[in-house]
């Protein structure tokens, strides 16, 4: 017996239900952190994010959004200067990334590796949508 294809929607055509755009293990070196031991000096943060875009055809670069520009916003947020809570980080990353409209929802994951002894890399997540 051969398989018959999945039969698409009355029409034939298949519908578009979801476009995420991700980032994953982007490390940065930051200054972060609120006990004395962390000012003036850099710590790795690895972060990744999730964009759930608008669901829609994509065919060029302007029609989703660039790995690139995410990455950026991340540094961009590192230049700023010292910022105290990784959680912090984390929302001003997702708001960032909200900027655009095409973006419905992002999350943003970052482990703070080798703060805490025993511990692989705590952090937080981040979720913000429209």
Known sequence: MSAAPLPFSA????????????????????????????LNRLQALVIDVTLTLT?????????????????????AIVAEGHIGLVETFAQR???????????????????????LDGVIAPGCEVVLGR
Do not use: M, W
């Not at 669901?55 to 990455?71: H, N």
């Not at 095409?102 to 703070?112: F, M, S």
């Open 93 to 115: 990353l997702a708001r960032a990334c909200l900027d655009d409209a095409r973006v419905q929802r992002c999350a943003v994951r970052i482990e703070k590796p080798g703060a």
């Open 55 to 75: 669901p829609g055809p994509v065919e060029r670069l302007s029609d989703t959004v660039s790995y690139e520009a995410v990455a950026a916003a991340a540094r």
């Open 11 to 38: 029409d034939g055509l298949p519908r578009h239900e979801a476009l995420n755009v991700f980032v994953r293990g982007l490390t940065v070196q930051a200054s972060i952190g609120i006990h004395d031991h962390e």
